[in-house]
């Protein structure tokens, strides 16, 4: 086995992990950053939805299994930039109330170790580095804050149409704030209908990989492994300090040294990497004195909607500029029903492949006469949802998603919103309880060692030069899209990590 040493080992390329990295490349220590994938190659299938969403071209081989051992493929993309290459741009902040208790209609979501106004100077910084486009004052559910540092994306025609339609209704539609690059531009976003879930092709879209890594690549401190799994983290005698990754790379073993590790895999990923890192010390895991490691896991409650008109063709290009928060705190049945967010279009193929019992021509003309909507409401951590690594190194996923009732109402709530707006049907489609898209929770943090995994500062508890940074540090889940929350919560830490661990 070859071994090597850096100051700072980075597991995971995406959100977290590239934004680590970007924050910490200029500190002069000698950084290693490992992802098992390898770059997304720049071509024409990325805007193919065959090749994308039939083919599932760019999507994970691996297979997990649920809790009754069944084997599914989550909706997981190992590569460069991780699953920013395929999200749809959405950086919205936490509202104020998220870091707070908020009482649901089928629990409690619990309150965060820090406040909104600790972040906020991070979500500044954050929506700058991701060229986040948006329009302070619109949405009544956001904080007071600083005008976002690029103007909305404008609404299509149809769109706009729609967005009248809303205010007519009493609602407050407004722009989402969307991690794009020059959008409408030469040179920039084309403003095309394969953002969402789909890599761009000219390399326009806000992800980690185009923001962060490639340009921290030009230091020469900075090395990047592709290719390279963390098989487990080894701890010193004592277990109080990780001495060693241990990393399969081309079929070789390798133990890379660290004075300082930052896990960035995502929240199964990471949780899973801390099970199979089990030893003498910490005989349930790395970091586990609390039982904590691996439970709790959320992912929103979401469910995809269609309006459907069989006279009104949308010639809509890119139709995901808008959303509605009138219910996010509040409703008229006392408590939080979610989020709604237009939706990029829909292809037939993508249809075809969710219910294929239609031929594509038809599910063409169908989703040619249709307007795409996202219903996301809250999911309530609970000790019995958890990822687990069983005696083969299998990953398990125990998940069953919570806050039904106020999801089911926010879904309702959608559907007579658009049958107002004159929609003749609409339709549905949910991934339920093997949604692996919005992962958070399994390594929370707080100031209670015995109630969390992680500190404010995502440092486990356990092991001193051993921190988290991903989605796995949510204590609560939101209704939002936790990206920005990821990147702003990296940019926090890696400042923490260069005034302290790597001060000289």
Same mark, same amino acid.
């Given at each position: 086995m070859s071994a090597e040493r850096y100051d700072v080992v980075i597991i995971g390329t995406g959100a977290g992990g590239g934004t680590m990295l970007h924050a910490l490349a200029g500190s002069g220590a000698r950084i290693l950053i490992v992802e098992r994938g390898e770059f997304v190659p720049q071509e024409d299938a990325n805007w193919d939805p065959a090749a994308v969403w039939k083919d599932l =071209?760019?999507?994970?081989?691996?297979?997990?299994?649920?809790?009754?051992?069944?084997? /599914?493929?989550?909706?997981?993309?190992?590569? +460069?930039?991780g699953n920013s290459k395929f999200w749809g741009s959405v950086l919205y902040r936490l509202r104020r109330e998220d870091f707070g208790m908020l009482r649901h209609a089928d629990g409690v979501s619990p309150a965060w170790p820090i406040g909104y106004d600790t972040l906020a100077p991070y979500y500044d910084q954050a929506e700058r580095l991701y060229h986040v486009h948006g329009q302070a004052g619109e949405d009544p559910t956001e904080a007071p804050r600083v005008p976002y540092p690029y103007p909305p994306v404008p609404h299509a025609a149809r769109i706009a149409a729609i967005v009248e339609q809303l205010r007519a209704l009493g609602l407050h539609p407004s722009a989402l704030p969307l991690g794009l690059i020059r959008p409408g531009e030469a040179g920039g976003c084309q403003l095309c209908n394969t953002c969402n879930s789909f890599p761009c092709r000219i390399h326009a879209k806000s992800d980690a990989d185009v923001i962060c890594v490639r340009p921290a690549l030009a230091q020469p401190n900075v090395t990047l492994w592709t290719g390279a799994f963390a098989t487990r983290l080894v701890t010193a005698r004592a277990g109080a300090r990780v001495e060693a990754v241990e990393i399969e790379?081309?079929?070789?073993?390798?133990?890379?040294?660290?004075?300082? %590790?930052? +896990?960035?895999?995502?929240?199964?990923?990471?949780?899973?990497?801390l099970l199979r890192s089990a030893d003498p010390a910490h005989p349930q895991g790395l970091a586990n004195s609390s039982g904590l490691v691996g439970r709790r896991y959320m992912a929103h409650l979401a469910t995809m909607m269609?309006? /459907?008109?069989?006279? =009104? @063709?949308?010639?809509?290009?890119?139709? @995901?500029?808008?959303?509605?928060?009138?219910?996010?705190?509040?409703?008229?049945?006392?408590?939080?029903?979610?989020?709604?967010?237009?939706?990029?279009?829909?292809?037939?193929?993508?249809?075809?492949?969710?219910?294929?019992?239609?031929?594509?021509?038809?599910?063409?003309?169908?989703?040619? =006469?249709? +307007?795409?909507?996202?219903?996301?409401?809250?999911?309530?951590?609970m000790d019995e949802?958890?990822? %687990?690594?069983?005696?083969?190194?299998?990953?398990?996923l125990h998940y069953r998603p919570n806050n039904l009732k106020a999801h089911a109402r926010l879904v309702k709530e959608t559907r007579r919103i658009l049958k107002r707006l004159g929609f003749w049907l609409v339709m549905t489609h949910s991934h339920k309880n093997r949604n692996t898209t919005h992962q958070c929770g399994t390594l929370c943090f707080g100031v209670d060692p015995t109630a969390s995994v992680l500190d404010p500062f995502c440092r486990t508890h356990d092991v001193e030069n051993l921190f988290v940074v991903d989605a796995s540090f949510f204590p609560s889940s939101a209704a939002v899209n936790p990206a920005l929350t990821i990147i702003a919560q990296a940019l926090r830490v890696a400042e923490h990590i260069r005034n302290t661990d790597l001060k000289h």
């Amino acid at each position: 086995m070859s071994a090597e040493r850096y100051d700072v080992v980075i597991i995971g390329t995406g959100a977290g992990g590239g934004t680590m990295l970007h924050a910490l490349a200029g500190s002069g220590a000698r950084i290693l950053i490992v992802e098992r994938g390898e770059f997304v190659p720049q071509e024409d299938a990325n805007w193919d939805p065959a090749a994308v969403w039939k083919d599932l =071209r760019y999507r994970t081989t691996e297979h997990w299994f649920d809790e009754n051992g069944t084997a /599914f493929l989550p909706y997981t993309h190992y590569g +460069v930039g991780g699953n920013s290459k395929f999200w749809g741009s959405v950086l919205y902040r936490l509202r104020r109330e998220d870091f707070g208790m908020l009482r649901h209609a089928d629990g409690v979501s619990p309150a965060w170790p820090i406040g909104y106004d600790t972040l906020a100077p991070y979500y500044d910084q954050a929506e700058r580095l991701y060229h986040v486009h948006g329009q302070a004052g619109e949405d009544p559910t956001e904080a007071p804050r600083v005008p976002y540092p690029y103007p909305p994306v404008p609404h299509a025609a149809r769109i706009a149409a729609i967005v009248e339609q809303l205010r007519a209704l009493g609602l407050h539609p407004s722009a989402l704030p969307l991690g794009l690059i020059r959008p409408g531009e030469a040179g920039g976003c084309q403003l095309c209908n394969t953002c969402n879930s789909f890599p761009c092709r000219i390399h326009a879209k806000s992800d980690a990989d185009v923001i962060c890594v490639r340009p921290a690549l030009a230091q020469p401190n900075v090395t990047l492994w592709t290719g390279a799994f963390a098989t487990r983290l080894v701890t010193a005698r004592a277990g109080a300090r990780v001495e060693a990754v241990e990393i399969e790379r081309g079929g070789a073993r390798h133990r890379i040294e660290a004075g300082l %590790v930052v +896990v960035s895999c995502g929240a199964v990923n990471s949780a899973a990497l801390l099970l199979r890192s089990a030893d003498p010390a910490h005989p349930q895991g790395l970091a586990n004195s609390s039982g904590l490691v691996g439970r709790r896991y959320m992912a929103h409650l979401a469910t995809m909607m269609q309006g /459907f008109h069989p006279f =009104r @063709k949308n010639d809509t290009v890119f139709q @995901k500029t808008v959303a509605i928060n009138d219910f996010y705190l509040t409703s008229r049945f006392g408590y939080p029903l979610g989020q709604i967010q237009s939706q990029g279009r829909t292809h037939g193929v993508m249809a075809q492949t969710v219910v294929p019992v239609v031929p594509l021509w038809a599910y063409e003309a169908w989703v040619a =006469r249709g +307007v795409d909507w996202l219903a996301m409401s809250e999911d309530l951590p609970m000790d019995e949802n958890r990822v %687990v690594v069983d005696a083969a190194g299998q990953i398990r996923l125990h998940y069953r998603p919570n806050n039904l009732k106020a999801h089911a109402r926010l879904v309702k709530e959608t559907r007579r919103i658009l049958k107002r707006l004159g929609f003749w049907l609409v339709m549905t489609h949910s991934h339920k309880n093997r949604n692996t898209t919005h992962q958070c929770g399994t390594l929370c943090f707080g100031v209670d060692p015995t109630a969390s995994v992680l500190d404010p500062f995502c440092r486990t508890h356990d092991v001193e030069n051993l921190f988290v940074v991903d989605a796995s540090f949510f204590p609560s889940s939101a209704a939002v899209n936790p990206a920005l929350t990821i990147i702003a919560q990296a940019l926090r830490v890696a400042e923490h990590i260069r005034n302290t661990d790597l001060k000289h």
